[in-house]
């Protein structure tokens, strides 16, 4: 009875990381810039890798399998927004500007305000 808890609790942290990781990745896809992409990319990281190896720590019992684990967690916790900013700072340094929400509504405006493109009269074919 135990080890169904104990399969069925691994199994829900399992579960709940590989969403996150999924999250992420759909987010990396739809995010405008650079800096929210990696934002997507670092929080769905560092979320869903650590779900998943408290899911494979419960499965794994008392062993020096989850010493290890909990080791590589612990790792991945401090280094994965550590990298992040690196990553982020070199961007800034190279002269990458983020899209900023003021910068989307200007853009906007001025899409609407432009005029429409009037339509070709000209006929398509062989000259």
């Known amino acids: 009875m135990i080890d169904l808890l104990r399969d069925i609790v691994a199994g829900l942290f399992l579960f709940a990381g590989a969403f996150f990781l999924l999250a992420g990745a759909i987010g990396m896809n739809r995010m405008p810039d650079l800096f929210t992409r990696m934002h997507a990319a670092s929080v769905a990281d560092t979320l869903g890798v650590s779900l998943m190896l408290v899911g494979m720590v419960f499965l794994a019992g008392f062993t020096l399998v989850t ?61």
Do not use: I, N
């Open 67 to 127: 010493v290890k684990l909990v080791f590589l967690m612990a790792f991945l916790l401090f280094m994965g927004p550590v990298a992040s900013h690196a990553l982020a700072a070199a961007a800034l340094q190279a002269g990458v500007k983020p899209v900023l929400a003021d910068d989307r509504g200007a853009k906007a405006k001025l899409a609407a305000k432009a005029p429409a493109r009037k339509k070709s009269t000209r006929k398509r074919g062989k000259a």
